[in-house]
């Protein structure tokens, strides 16, 4: 079985390596209805692409998104949306040195044992290019839930030991310095050290969070499509991702349960919790409180020091990894953490329709 | 849509309340001729039932597990497994006072909100009853690993911050300790811990280690179903996981590449890692190195200390919460975090059989 | 993979064979707030269950049915419903002589080859008692169906080459005879048909028909999952059917399409077709007239009529199949295609929740 | 939730309407290490595009394919196979005088009801122009079969009462007449009906037959992704058909056991049946026997005779439909029904590996 596809109720089917033609997204269950044009969707390209900065990666790509199907006069219709993205940039010569090395960290290994064979250009369908894709759908889930009043939005929340302080947190900020952090100082540190990282040939990693405001309360189907359940999955499907963490995360598992439990109270006949500490989700389904998700991202493999390992020749070797490698993927990352919590609350949205059953008899009533 | 079904080629349906008649799981996709028997089934039961010892609840169930279909002769036929455990101790007069009330820590606001009534007889759906469903089909999925080769095995990691030192680390000793925990000295201090954490009406949590050893290279289908994030799903969707991470996980985002990658070296033309940083998954495949796996785990929601909440009445209140509660639920979440990374393997490995079609044509070719 | 899940949205996971200890079904993803009991159920297990008539197996089965989870106070919670049906009458020993041997236009064969053994007991898994667990789902579904207004309602429209009569089509005449055809004329024809076959040691076959009516329009996933797909899947599934068809079904192929199509018309702003050619389905959505669906049913393969055939051990032997068989099985299968009507039309009704942006918004809006 | 993703192992997704800017698909789950170019899967195209005779549309299309991924030095890697085909000839302009009338026989209204906007440009998704991104996906499924040594062949069995003699039967002759028929004589008679109802400015419909050879026993899996569930599913999708049988087909349902049931027989140690009123498949698993499906197919609801029907304002209207219209579609359809077909076989066969224990052990074992 393939793995490309991600989804229930709002699925979406991607493709595309990193030096092939092109890269791609089916989206299969978008409503009818929904204004959509490229513009919603290039802005969401535009996060994540190459070519930004002194600590990003020189490839030259425009990212340029064009909807092939399933909008009519800029409107969805209900029927698949396919979005396709050329690659302008594939030198694929630049790769060949590396095309029998198993490079560390990177998966040539595993995708050679898995297949049988690999597509070495630039490691193929396991390179971060393939978020392109995932983006592009992120980009129309995003829209459906500011339709529905909800705000998505992630950042960086540290680059190796440098973290955000959140005295210091404005959101807009994030977009104002290279590594997408809301918080102007932590940013200017983080730089500082990349820079030094790659001084030293060296890289980074970090932890993005994404917080979702106004999620319904109600959202996540127990007991193995829990709303925490399903965006555990979605973000560790991103490439580089170790761990991911709700509310408190790893941090609940040292606190006393009268301290990380979170108080419900009553104002205004509106039920609320006095704090926050599981994260907007308990038992798997949202309870009206903000989302709060994180993923901790691995340093770049790719690193221009030389490091040993062996080749399907089976040899011994060393390897300097040549060519334009950014010394950290985490601001990157940002927007395809977004994407995928956005897929995510959609489907499960979509899903929660039919909890109730008195919920399904209006919907048809009230249908014209 | 409900979510009580887990898994693709190795499917696995749970159903059953804390306080039900009964709780149970049908197993579609288990190979035909796997010698099977409740015996196989009853240790994994055991392993999770509450009535242990002086730290867990006094809830009194033989957790007898009963199968109803699907094996003929001793062997499993390829048809459902449908597997009971009847409930023998359910008096949901305990619970009666909580009925409409919504606990701290717990999913009865979530629940309420969703479907709009619950099953407030010691959670419903939403206790950690529910697990013993995914115990139950663990214990067969594990059994079809050993017969591949592959061992799993699951432990406490750590107790609030009592962690176990891998220099005393001996598997064994996880089952002659009330914590699960393979080092008998910080068992014997979470132990301490935990009795304080009862006097003090409070409660506690952890962290839940897994190790899976022998897995072939090459399980796990880029891009969203990758074996670290179905990995990450199965262990997310347990009741109180707040967290999960592979290898290094949250660690790795503040190492450097140089430090985190792990080196490929070559002996006796045998291709393996030098170190584990990865956690044996790179590019979402397994790498033939051990999967290692955590699950951060809160304390455990109901206290005995007095805590104020809400009611659905949507008064202001104060709660005493009585009865019979673990002061953590660690111990008993080993083996079903062991069971859901089995099943996870299986659903993989079973789905990694079409990656090649060299390997089908053979397949096809051996069969008589 | 196993293929006993059926459904996406209301999806249900059947077990049990013809001689094992039970037979049941795990619904997941029924809404919550459904008044649900035994007795919404036991009435189309009635429908099925052997042992009722002359033309009729002796088998002794009440067929009486329990609920397990997923009900509370009267109402259905949400949650997974288990429904399981013990087996009275498993008396193994009457298949012994069997157990080896693939009688013709059985699946023993089959079953043998794809699984390497099989349970012979009654055939197992590939028994018409299988349905069992079909008919508990579908009671569940017609009831959905007629809270939204939704009649469905399934006959037999001929056994061999007798035929109803439409001008003396009866619904209520269904119940009053053992063939369950909706006219009494043909139903007497069909009786004496079945005992002359019974006399000379063979059986027959038949055509089910069924029609749903009130069905909104717009229900219908194009271009894979069609209602028409999806019933025709749905009904092919039910053992002995080997042919599906919608509206005038084959017949179609030999009409002109200026004789085939239905016009619509406009009738006080409401608009309809002014025939129904089609069976209520149109581009596989259905188009506000009544769904008309059959199944071509093939003759009971047990027949005592001496046949010759082969056996594991790879002999040509004769067979006298012996025991307890009908004649016909179009009778029972009534009630089976019916709920395998129900059960698709509950899960695409629920899929076609999220075809318009604009009713998901007001769903939104409108839930409190 | 959208239908227009099909297959469980092998998993394609189309996407595409008559006047978009093209039509495509994805594949997920094509084992690495297929050879694969363009030119494997432009004779599928080839045999369903339009323009070809006198009695098909003039429509000027190229459907010349490309692969955008999935494909690297001419074999394929494992990872999604996306494949597009751009629309030449779309003059959108052809269709505006229908643009809010509802077509009888068409899914114009459908659509409408559905997602309450609709693409009236050539029917739009609902347009047989679908079927070309099904076409491509199935010549990839095609080549799969082959490499397993199974062949997949359709064509047409009747236009409206004008049948194919089987004693006539010439598979190779399917190619050499514009109605796709294995009969030279019966394909001439087609033909002359065909323009005679052209001139009547009618239309008609046929029978399409598919016979799938080499098929392993044990292909299936019960009970509701039966082999023949899967292939009713499949060609019941395709739109037009309004039925489909197995075998015998509803012609059983005339047949007394005696008759339709096929005897085993062992030749040389080998089992095999005597007749194959069966098509192949017993209790829902290939038999080892050819499989045998067929397809009734309706007349072409575009019909150039005046029509009385209704309109999107709610009015009585009378239509002719102008422009390029087919006077019947079976010929087209023949490679559509072939290549889901090979679609459901692919799908089921990865289904079928993990069916056995045994199987399953000697799979790990015997790969490098």
Chains 1, 2, 3, 4 share one sequence.
């Not at 390209?45 to 092939?68: F, Y």
């Not at 992120?138 to 998505?152: C, F, M, P, Y």
């Amino acid at each position: 079985m393939g793995g490309s596809i991600y989804g229930n109720h709002f699925r979406i089917s991607t493709w595309g390596e990193s030096h092939g033609k092109a890269l791609g997204v089916v989206i299969d269950g978008c409503p009818a209805g929904l204004p959509l044009s490229e513009e919603d969707i290039q802005p969401f390209m535009d996060r994540r692409k190459p070519g930004q900065s002194a600590i990003t990666t020189q490839r030259n790509e425009d990212d340029k998104v064009e909807i092939l199907s399933g909008v009519f006069e800029g409107k969805t219709t209900g029927t698949p949306i396919s979005i396709i993205v050329y690659n302008k940039d594939h030198h694929s010569t630049d790769y060949s040195n590396i095309a029998n090395v198993f490079r560390p960290g990177h998966a040539d290994y595993t995708f050679y044992k898995k297949y049988g064979l690999r597509d070495y250009r630039g490691g193929g369908r396991s390179s971060a290019r393939e978020t392109v894709a995932r983006v592009a759908a992120g980009a129309v889930a995003s829209k459906i839930l500011k339709t529905l009043g909800i705000s998505v939005n992630a950042y960086t929340k540290s680059i190796a030991d440098i973290e955000i302080d959140y005295n210091n947190f404005n959101l807009d900020e994030r977009n104002n310095n290279i590594v997408c952090m809301p918080d102007a100082e932590a940013a200017e540190k983080s730089v500082e050290f990349l820079k030094q990282q790659m001084a030293d040939m060296d890289s980074a990693g970090g932890v993005v969070e994404c917080v979702a405001t106004n999620v319904f309360a109600g959202i996540g189907e127990p007991v193995f499509d829990k709303l925490d359940a399903k965006l555990a999955q979605a973000l560790m499907s991103i490439g580089a991702v170790k761990g991911v963490e709700i509310g408190e995360g790893f941090n609940a598992s040292k606190l006393p349960g009268s301290v990380d439990n979170d108080a419900f109270k009553v104002d205004n006949d509106v039920i609320s919790k006095t704090s926050n500490h599981a994260g907007g989700i308990l038992g798997g389904i949202s309870d009206g409180s903000p989302i709060v998700v994180r993923a901790g991202i691995k340093a770049t493999p790719s690193i221009a020091k030389t490091q040993s390992t062996a080749n399907e020749a089976g040899e011994n070797i060393d390897i300097n990894i040549k060519g334009r490698h950014d010394p950290v993927v985490v601001p990157r990352a940002v927007v395809v953490v977004e994407s995928m919590v956005c897929l995510t609350l959609v489907d499960l949205i979509f899903a929660s329709m039919t909890s109730r059953m008195d919920n399904i008899i209006d919907f048809f009533n009230n249908r014209d």
